[in-house]
């Protein structure tokens, strides 16, 4: 307890030394804890986010000979095969688990309203269910109806992302009835809705836009049915649904130079997360580089501590100070200042990984207790190393001398 004592108030008598010597470590452990605790959150929005396209199977046309695409469900695939939604709907009255299906067709263009422009926005053409289906939140106006479709209206909804490069942010409501333009002609606003886009997310509708297929096939010369999918009721079956759906339509299609399949999200959340995992190793390794520097620091101004007080040491030896005694009261000090450093380091790292995360957009990004744990764990690990040499110097001082030393 004695120690403990010399150390702190040692520490709280030099507060502008300890502070600048803590530093290093702050900075350290905050980039580190940073780094680790981002890292987590995109593992898991990875996760998070397969996890639920697993009731949204996506049917690809994967031509005889080609192996398997492993990435097939990041992106979109057009399909150059005629495919007709009796085909579909057949697939949703036979087998069972399957509920409905959707399809899509997709563009670019420069969207514009007044003076603003968002240039190669994604422009999304979808069927009359996507937006039941999808149960996307409409934060302003309405979907697409019927008439829509029917009668080639131009009508468009904006994601919010878009919305607010337009309309200025959060003004959704004002966006409403208002006409943008897409390729020199004209289409009317009737809705904003978010979706559930995350950083590592990738369904192409960030920062894009809705309207009918049948009009972006008109407007943008691509087929009506582009990319297909399925909606699945049983998750823990999606998998095996998704095949027999592929085979059906395989089978129902009659085509000859290959078949439908369905990608394996399972391939594609392992592959991320280990590519997530190696380069947050290596971000982190390059961000601990600063605790080295800390850590020497320390270590730098512990010898000073030691030279400083050599009076001190000696004449606490001389009243009967073991060797122990002194090498503890200086390791002490040296854990306290970078076990304090990790602390703080910590806190900042919690506060700037929460807002890192919401700009991100990245849900349940915090860290975790085990990434706490082992910080504050590595801190003392760093005060006990470095902490050492001076401890040791101090420790071995010859009484005699140390009370000679002016």
Not at 11 to 29: A, D, E, F, N, P
Not at 77 to 96: F, G, M, S, T, Y
Not at 200 to 216: K, P, R
Not at 310 to 327: M, Q, S, V
Request: hydrophobic share 45%; net charge negative; proline share 1%.
């Amino acid at each position: 307890m004695e120690n403990w004592k010399f150390a702190l108030s040692s520490i709280w008598g030099h507060k502008m030394r300890s502070i600048l010597t803590m530093l290093g470590i702050i900075i350290g452990v905050a980039a580190v804890v940073i780094i680790m605790g981002l890292g987590n959150a995109m593992k898991n929005s990875v996760t998070s986010t397969f996890s639920s396209k697993q009731k949204d199977i996506q049917l690809y046309f994967q031509e005889k000979g080609e192996e398997e695409d492993l990435y097939a469900g990041l992106h979109t695939h057009e399909n150059n095969h005629e495919v007709k939604p009796e085909w579909l709907e057949q697939i949703v009255k036979d087998i069972d688990g399957i509920d409905s299906y959707y399809f899509t067709n997709s563009a670019t263009s420069t969207i514009s309203y007044e003076k603003k422009k968002v240039d190669n926005a994604s422009i999304i053409g979808v069927s009359k269910d996507y937006f039941n289906i999808k149960n996307y939140d409409i934060v302003a106006g309405r979907t697409l109806t019927d008439n829509d479709y029917s009668n080639f209206s131009r009508i468009i909804l904006l994601d919010t992302v878009l919305a607010d490069d337009l309309f200025g942010e959060g003004n959704y409501k004002s966006a409403l009835n208002k006409v943008v333009s897409l390729s020199d002609k004209d289409y009317l606003v009737v809705g904003v809705y978010k979706t559930d886009q995350t950083p590592v997310s990738f369904d192409g509708l960030s920062g894009g836009a809705v309207m009918a297929n049948t009009q972006v096939a008109s407007e943008f010369g691509t087929k009506e049915i582009g990319s297909i999918y399925i909606h699945v009721n049983d998750i823990q079956n999606s998998m095996n649904l998704g095949n027999q759906a592929a085979d059906m339509l395989t089978n129902i299609s009659h085509i000859k130079d290959g078949q439908y399949a369905v990608p394996d999200n399972s391939k594609i959340v392992e592959e991320i997360n280990g590519q997530f995992s190696i380069m947050t190793t290596v971000i982190g390794s390059i961000a601990a580089i600063s605790l080295l520097v800390g850590g020497i620091g320390v270590m730098n101004i512990m010898l000073v501590s030691v030279t400083e007080r050599t009076r001190e040491i000696g004449l606490r030896k001389a009243l009967g100070a073991t060797r122990l005694k002194i090498l503890s009261q200086f390791l002490i000090e040296s854990v306290v200042l970078t076990v304090l450093g990790g602390l703080i380091g910590l806190l900042l790292a919690q506060l700037s990984v929460g807002a890192l995360g919401n700009a991100m957009t990245l849900k349940g990004a915090c860290i975790s207790l085990d990434v706490a744990l082992i910080a504050v764990l590595f801190s003392a690990s760093i005060g006990v190393f470095f902490g050492m040499l001076p401890a040791n110097k101090a420790s071995k001082l010859d009484p005699i001398e140390a009370l000679r030393y002016e």
